[in-house]
């Protein structure tokens, strides 16, 4: 099987006999039932995809639809002029950036259509060529718009540079209302709502559909669409890594699957991670290997949120997360619209949300950028990893602990704050990282627990102190009945730690394991 690894033309991807996850027939829904829309899904999740299959679809081309779900619904294949644009592949550091990317796009489309160029401003020269285009096919336009928010949320960390370009973007995108009467369809994708109350103010205001339940999955792998597309890759993954085909679905659901864009959706599969997998025939993290974006991690800096929080958080607003990151400084809405959170649950009753990591994939990944803030001069090597995890496989909590006093101890002394909670957040990701279970501030009948790790031997119940005592430590863990709720699951052992604000770093620990 084919697999159009780093391919988003559709055109390629049908004439090259690579496999193509049929989404035709939401296409043709969408072209038959209302004139602007507008997606927000995360990077490498197809958008660019699906603005190609419109354009070949808005251009008549029927013999590349062969087969496809929209061969059987379209009956009267018409070709538009469609004006695509791109925003993506550049780097806005300047309006120079922006005025030469839409400069050189809107060249192509004056010479397509026969335009002499008369004007030097892009809002007038976008006129002039949707006019033109008019004119020569005697049909109104399509306009497609990818990655319509990049030059706006490259710069979220300069504001007057942000402003000059949401400025141009305004009078582009307006030039969309101005013209109306000669467009048939306009589409315009993205990872945030950005602008949509700013940039889009002169637009008429186009559906938002990334919430919607009946386009879910345009962009993305369903369940269904595994098992009709990848049967076969799936049987040859599971028999290259010593598995079932039943333990080879539940490994992929389990790193690659789990997104949700709106509540009662079925699970989506990261596409492009799925695909990779696939054709290495390995598992791993794909997603992070193309980095994550600079503006999440700006805005994470500048408005960090509790780490130790974030694998559930409950009784969410729509509202705090379905909105524009530029109306608020909260880091929330940035998480989920670029994928690194999802819906995990909704109540009917109060129309919350529970929001949380997607999968596998995305959650070590970011746990591990997360970690990176807290640079050690150990690093968090290859082999930190295995000593560190055959320690506790080895029921060896002074050896686990030695190591991590080492680590901290060399985290540089700008990033130490002293808190009790920048303790547990290390604690908390080195935990995580291994593949444990770690919850942190875990609620008992009388109180709170600072960590609780589950291992396959068994339950380790932490306290932290800071600048006082192991012993007051072990004995809080007593007085509170940490350790109660979980007696029944086996070997349960507490863990009371002192960490000197001195050192940076444990200074003693007492090691007790519940009889």
């Known amino acids: 099987?084919?697999?159009?690894?780093g391919i988003q033309s559709f055109e390629k991807i049908r004439q090259g006999g690579y496999v193509y996850v049929d989404k035709t027939d939401l296409i043709y829904k969408i072209a038959k039932t209302g004139q602007y829309y507008f997606l927000s899904r995360p990077r490498r999740f197809g958008k660019s995809l699906l603005l190609s299959t419109m354009e070949a679809y808005f251009r008549g081309r029927k013999e590349l639809f062969d087969g496809l779900a929209i061969a059987s619904l379209e009956k009267d294949w018409t070709e538009y002029p469609v004006l695509h644009f791109d925003l993506g592949g550049a780097s806005y550091t300047d309006m120079d950036s922006l005025n030469d990317k839409l400069g050189r796009q809107l060249n192509d489309l004056e010479s397509e259509y026969g335009v002499v160029r008369k004007y030097k401003t892009l809002p007038v020269r976008f006129e002039t060529i949707i006019e033109a285009a008019y004119r020569k096919t005697g049909r109104q336009v399509v306009?497609?718009?990818?990655?319509?928010?990049?030059?706006?949320?490259?710069?979220?960390?300069?504001?007057?540079?942000?402003d000059k370009m949401r400025e141009t973007l305004r009078g582009f995108y307006g030039v969309m209302k101005s013209k109306d009467a000669f467009i048939r369809f306009g589409f315009l994708t993205g990872v945030t709502k950005i602008g949509k109350m700013s940039v889009f103010s002169d637009l008429n205001n186009p559906k938002d559909i990334s919430m919607d339940s009946r386009y879910t999955d345009i962009c993305g792998v369903s369940e269904t669409d595994l098992t009709d597309c990848f049967a076969e890759s799936v049987r040859e993954l599971a028999e290259a890594n010593g598995l079932s085909e039943e333990e080879c679905r539940q490994k992929l659901a389990l790193m690659y699957d789990g997104y949700h864009f709106c509540h009662g959706s079925e699970d989506i599969y990261n596409p492009f991670s799925l695909i990779k997998c696939l054709d290495a025939r390995e598992f791993g993290s794909y997603w992070f290997?193309?980095?994550?974006?600079?503006?999440?991690?700006?805005?994470?800096r500048k408005n960090p949120m509790d780490e130790t929080k974030l694998d559930k958080m409950t009784e969410i607003a729509q509202s705090d997360?379905?909105?524009?990151?530029?109306?608020?400084?909260?880091?929330?809405?940035?998480?989920?619209?670029?994928?690194?959170?999802?819906?995990?649950?909704?109540?009917?009753?109060?129309?919350?949300?529970?929001?949380?990591?997607?999968?596998r994939e995305v959650r070590e990944g970011f746990l591990?950028?997360?970690?990176?803030?807290?640079?050690?001069?150990?690093?968090?090597s290859a082999s930190f990893?295995?000593?560190?995890?055959?320690?506790?496989?080895?029921?060896?909590v002074n050896g686990s602990l030695e190591l991590l006093q080492t680590f901290m101890a060399g985290i540089p002394y700008d990033l130490e704050n002293k808190t009790e909670k920048h303790y547990q957040t290390i604690i908390y990701l080195v935990f995580s990282l291994l593949g444990y279970y770690t919850q942190t501030e875990v609620k008992s009948a009388v109180g709170r627990a600072d960590a609780v790790c589950r291992t396959k031997d068994g339950t380790y119940v932490f306290e932290f102190k800071v600048d006082g005592s192991a012993e007051e430590?072990?004995?809080?863990?007593?007085?509170?009945?940490?350790?109660?709720?979980?007696?029944?699951?086996?070997?349960c052992v507490k863990v009371g730690v002192n960490i000197s604000s001195v050192t940076r770093t444990l200074d003693s620990w007492k090691v007790a394991e519940e009889v």
Do not use: C, W
Not at 289 to 300: M, Q
């Open 289 to 300: 290997e193309t980095g994550t974006p600079t503006f999440l991690l700006e805005r994470l």
């Open 368 to 380: 591990r950028g997360l970690l990176a803030n807290y640079k050690s001069s150990e690093g968090m």
């Open 143 to 162: 306009i497609l718009v990818d990655e319509y928010d990049k030059p706006v949320i490259d710069n979220l960390g300069r504001p007057e540079l942000q």
């Open 1 to 5: 099987m084919l697999y159009p690894i």
């Open 473 to 491: 430590a072990l004995k809080q863990i007593d007085e509170k009945g940490y350790m109660i709720p979980y007696k029944k699951e086996g070997r």
């Open 385 to 396: 990893v295995l000593k560190f995890n055959k320690a506790l496989k080895d029921n060896d």
């Open 321 to 359: 997360f379905d909105i524009s990151p530029e109306l608020t400084e909260d880091t929330l809405p940035m998480l989920y619209q670029t994928g690194y959170l999802t819906i995990k649950g909704y109540n009917k009753e109060d129309h919350s949300y529970t929001l949380g990591y997607p999968n």
